[in-house]
């Protein structure tokens, strides 16, 4: 994080042109089925309750 800071920094005052030569790439993990956080599911006591699909998540990348 410190070192995001210091290039911000440091290009703050670049020009349009000096901007436009930069790549800004990102990703991010998407879940197929269900998301990255707990579930509470209703029940009754004794009984596990499962997931009827395999689950997974692809991971997408682009950048501008």
């Known amino acids: 994080m410190t070192a995001r800071l210091e290039f911000a920094k440091r290009h703050l005052k670049d020009s349009q042109t000096m901007s436009n030569k930069i790549l800004w790439p990102d990703e991010t993990k998407i879940e197929l089925f269900c998301l ?28 501008f």
Do not use: Y
């Open 36 to 63: 990255n956080a707990k579930h509470h599911v209703w029940g009754k006591p004794g009984i596990i309750p499962t997931v009827k699909h395999g689950g997974g998540s692809i991971m997408l990348w682009g950048c």
